[in-house]
C-alpha cells in the first residue's frame, strides 16, 4: 500500500479524532462511547479495513490502521482501542469459511466485529456444529458488536482443541462488568451464552488463526501469526494517548512560560524534551512493526515485533509517570486532559500483550541457542 492511500486513511480519520475529542470526557465519566462516535469509526472504515476487497473490504494494512488509531489515541484512547479491535476482530474472522463470510459480509463490509480471545466456556459437538455454554470476560466493544467471535472452551486437561465460533448478536446477552480507573470507554464488558447452536460452517480451528494460516486469502495481512501481531493491536491507541498527553504537557509548560511570574523550571524543560524523544523513538518501533507485517516478514521478525511492542509500553508509561510527577498540580486537575490520557496509558499497557516479561522470554527463547553437546575425542 503506498504512501497516498496511507494518508488517505489518516485523513479520513481526522473527523472521528476531532469528534472523539469533545466527547473524551463524557467517554470517561460515562464508560461507554457514543453512537454518534461508533458511527464515525464505521464511515472512516474501521470495520471494513481488513476485510478482503471480495467482499467490498478495503484489504487495509497494518501501517494504516496503526497510524490511524494514533491520531485518535491523542483525543481519546478508548475510542482508538475499540477502533483497532473492531478491525482486527474482522481480520480474524477472515479465517473462517466463505460459507460464512457470505452470512456476515455479503450485504456489505462494515458489520461491527468483537473477540473473545482467551478460551472460556464449554463446547459440546452436535451432529450440525457445536452448542456453546460461558462467559468471556473483556470483550472490547461488545455493546456495538453485530458479532462476536470467540474463543473455545476453557483450556483444560480434556478440553477439546479451542476453536473460534461466531455468534450474532441475537445469540448473547452483555453483563457490565468493565469498570476501570483507565481505558474506561471500551466497554470491555463480559459476553455470556446459554445453550448457543453455532452451525459447524460458524468454526475455525483457533490453532489456524494462531498460527496465521488462511486458507482463502495470499495477502500478509490475512497471514500473520498472532503472536507477531497482538502486541500492534495494543500499543497504537497507547502511542496515541502518549502524543496527546505530551500536548497538554507543553500547554502546561507554556502558560507557565507566559505568567506574569514565570513558573517554568528545568524540571519541566528536562521531562519535556525526554518524553518527547521517547514517544520519537516509540513511533519508530511501533511503525517497524506494523512494516514487518506488511511487508509479509511477520515469521522472521514475530518475536522481535512483540518484544518492540511490549518494550513501547513499558517505555510510554515511564514517561506518563514522569509528565505526571512533574507538571504539579495543574497536571491534576481532573476536567483537564493529563490525568485521564495518564490512566488510560497505565490501563492499556497492562494488557498480557504488552507484558514485556512475556515478550522477554520468547525473546531468549530464540537469542540464546542451544549449544551442540560437544563429541568426546578418544585417543588410543
Known amino acids: ?10 485523513s479520513r480519520t481526522g473527523h472521528v479524532a476531532g469528534l472523539a475529542g469533545q466527547y473524551a470526557g463524557e467517554v470517561d465519566r460515562t464508560g461507554t462511547l457514543g453512537k454518534e462516535v461508533v458511527q464515525a469509526l464505521t464511515a472512516a472504515g474501521f470495520p471494513r479495513h481488513f476485510v478482503p476487497a471480495k467482499w467490498g473490504g478495503s484489504d487495509g494494512t497494518f501501517t494504516e490502521m496503526t497510524r490511524a488509531a494514533a491520531l485518535i489515541g491523542r483525543s481519546c484512547a478508548s475510542t482508538a482501542w475499540c477502533a483497532t479491535m473492531f478491525a482486527y476482530s474482522a481480520r480474524f474472522s477472515t479465517h473462517l469459511p466463505i460459507e460464512a463470510q457470505e452470512e456476515f459480509w455479503g450485504n456489505g463490509p462494515d458489520t461491527l466485529w468483537v473477540t473473545g480471545l482467551v478460551p472460556a466456556g464449554q463446547a459440546q459437538a452436535v451432529e450440525d456444529g457445536f452448542v456453546l455454554n460461558g462467559r468471556w470476560s473483556y470483550v472490547s466493544g461488545a455493546q456495538f458488536a ?60 483457533l490453532a489456524e488463526v494462531a498460527a496465521g494460516a488462511n486458507s482463502t486469502y495470499d495477502r500478509p495481512q490475512h497471514n500473520v501469526p498472532l503472536k507477531a501481531v497482538g502486541g500492534l493491536t495494543c500499543v497504537a491507541p497507547v502511542l496515541g494517548a502518549a502524543g496527546g498527553m505530551l500536548a497538554a504537557y507543553v500547554d502546561l509548560v507554556a502558560g507557565k512560560r507566559a505568567a506574569a511570574v514565570p513558573g517554568g523550571t528545568a524540571v519541566n524543560d528536562l521531562a519535556l524534551a525526554r518524553a518527547a524523544v521517547e514517544l520519537d523513538s516509540a513511533t519508530f518501533l511501533v511503525e517497524r512493526v506494523a512494516a514487518a507485517l506488511d511487508a509479509g516478514e511477520a515469521r522472521r521478525h514475530g518475536v522481535r515485533n512483540a518484544r518492540d511492542a511490549a518494550y513501547v509500553g513499558q517505555l510510554l508509561l515511564g ?27 497505565s490501563v492499556g499497557v497492562s494488557h498480557a500483550a504488552l507484558r514485556f516479561e512475556r515478550a522477554a522470554t520468547a525473546f531468549t527463547d530464540t537469542a540464546v541457542k542451544p549449544r551442540r553437546p560437544r563429541t568426546a575425542v578418544t585417543t588410543r
Open 146 to 205: 453485530e458479532w462476536a467471535l470467540l474463543a473455545g472452551p476453557r483450556q483444560g486437561p480434556a478440553a477439546a482443541p479451542p476453536r473460534f465460533f461466531a455468534v450474532p448478536r441475537a445469540d448473547f446477552t452483555i453483563e457490565e462488568t468493565w469498570n476501570t480507573v483507565g481505558m474506561r470507554g471500551t466497554g470491555s464488558h463480559t459476553v455470556v451464552l446459554s445453550d448457543v447452536t453455532v452451525p459447524a460452517h460458524r468454526t475455525v480451528a
Open 319 to 345: 514517561s506518563a509517570q514522569e509528565l505526571m510527577r512533574t507538571a504539579g498540580t495543574g497536571g491534576q486537575d481532573g476536567a483537564g486532559p493529563m490525568q485521564r490520557h495518564w490512566r488510560d496509558i
Open 1 to 10: 500500500m503506498n504512501d497516498m492511500l496511507t494518508n488517505d486513511m489518516v
